[in-house]
């Protein structure tokens, strides 16, 4: 329906739809619902199908004990206040202590999403005096922190560290400067080169900030328990050297929520400046109880056993046939499958989707223009016949459309 009032605005809203029509770049809204058995769904009213594109990497978000902890801490269905006026429960006090417990670190600050935890550090650290080094495969919000901070803002080819010191060689030296990677990437599946940015850091009087939403709960020193699964800075025994970790509650943890790990005073400081925490309603807390509840079971470590088993699978079964993966070994539960061409990526998806498959196809701007992709997560929740037909129905389609 268009707008009521007689302007031009119809003509540019349809145009812009058309635009992305012609360029295979609109995007629909599917209804998916999730099943009780495991690792399914149902999409737009479909067979229930097996879900491979869900960040519950290790499908805690339907466990039992968690769902029944958050239920019997039902009081209210929100705080219905931001946290600096009537919003900060307990719980949410209890789940930073724990945050900055798991990420060896002296503090955390819970924000309502894992978007709004990267716009409000960025934005509170960078500003018109500083210059934030970004790679150029880093999630949108971090870009759009970056936007929105008024820094100057240059970005580096990714992970490409000759290309980071180019760089950060020409900024003066009294300029603040904050190196922005991700842990692991999220439409590549790789992990960031972090101890070499440690060390340019370092040399450089950088601050470094890493959002870690899909390495969080999944890599990790294996060591002290504590520390176990906390992400990849602990992964490539870097943790102290990094000054700032964000991370999204809703992967690896299965649950809602996003937070800032890092020292006491930058919490303070973004208590006090960061527009995305003071302006907006407290995180629920039966949400901080699902993931206080789910805390534990995700650092016992037999999940990500699973999660690493499938994921080698899917890894080398899809190599095998030929698919073109972003690397030649395997790096993480993300495996995009790189297709290019945006409409046959549209059309890979429809087509596994009429198998029972679900896999979404990522394109621009998620990706850039032309690399289009299938991106592929296994969870734990996964067994061995769902994978194996899946794998089955990516060849028979591979072939059809001569992708392999
Ligand atoms: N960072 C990365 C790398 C992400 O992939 C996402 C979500 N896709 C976010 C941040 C945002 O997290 P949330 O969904 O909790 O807002």
Same mark, same amino acid.
Do not use: P, W, Y
């Given at each position: 329906m268009a707008f009521k009032r007689t302007n031009n605005y119809n003509d540019f809203i349809q145009n812009e739809i058309a635009t992305l029509e012609k360029d295979n770049l609109y995007r629909r809204l599917k209804i998916? !619902?999730?099943e009780k058995k495991r690792g399914t769904s149902r999409v737009d009213g479909t067979e229930q199908i097996i879900n491979l594109c869900s960040n519950d990497y290790l499908g805690? !978000?339907?466990n039992k004990e968690i769902l029944t902890k958050t239920i019997l801490s039902l009081k209210q269905i929100s705080q219905c206040s931001s946290r600096l006026i009537a919003g900060n429960d307990p719980n949410i006090i209890a789940l930073e202590e724990k945050l900055a417990?798991? &990420? $060896?670190?002296? *503090?955390s600050l819970v924000y309502p999403t894992g978007y709004m935890a990267n716009l409000g550090v960025i934005t509170t650290l960078a500003d018109k005096f500083t210059t934030v080094l970004s790679d150029e495969l880093n999630h949108a919000s971090i870009i759009d922190g970056c936007r929105l901070s008024g820094a100057n803002i240059k970005v580096f080819r990714h992970n490409d560290m000759e290309h980071l010191l180019k760089l950060i060689k020409m900024i003066s030296s009294e300029r603040k400067k904050i190196i922005v990677t991700?842990?692991?990437?999220?439409?590549?599946?790789?992990? !960031?080169?972090? &101890?070499?940015? *440690?060390?340019?850091? /370092? $040399?450089y009087n950088a601050i470094t900030l890493v959002d870690d939403a899909h390495g969080d709960f999944i890599f990790g020193d294996s060591s002290p328990l504590s520390s176990r699964f906390s992400g990849v800075p602990s992964y490539l025994r870097v943790n102290d050297e990094v000054d700032v970790q964000?991370?999204?509650?809703?992967? +690896?943890?299965?649950?809602? +929520?996003g937070y800032v790990a890092s020292t006491s005073q930058i919490r303070e400081l973004?208590?006090?400046?960061?527009r995305q925490f003071i302006y907006t309603s407290a995180l629920p807390e039966h949400l901080c109880v699902s993931a206080l509840t789910a805390y534990p079971i995700a650092k016992a470590g037999n999940r990500q056993e699973k999660l690493f088993e499938n994921l080698n699978y899917m890894f080398k079964n899809l190599l095998q046939l030929g698919f073109k993966l972003e690397s030649k070994s395997s790096r993480s539960q993300i495996i995009p499958v790189v297709i290019g061409d945006e409409k046959i990526a549209?059309?890979? !998806? /429809?087509?596994?989707?009429d198998k029972g498959i679900f896999v979404q196809a990522i394109r621009y701007p998620t990706v850039k223009k032309g690399s289009a992709r299938l991106r592929i997560s296994v969870t734990a929740l996964h067994n061995n016949s769902q994978l194996a037909y899946a794998i089955d129905s990516l060849e028979s389609i591979g072939k059809k459309l001569v992708i392999i």
């Open positions: 998916v !619902s999730v805690l !978000s339907q417990e798991h &990420r $060896e670190v002296e *503090c991700e842990g692991v990437f999220s439409m590549d599946g790789d992990i !960031s080169n972090l &101890r070499q940015i *440690c060390n340019i850091a /370092k $040399e964000t991370s999204s509650l809703s992967k +690896g943890l299965g649950c809602f +929520g973004l208590i006090n400046k960061s549209i059309e890979f !998806s /429809k087509q596994l989707l």
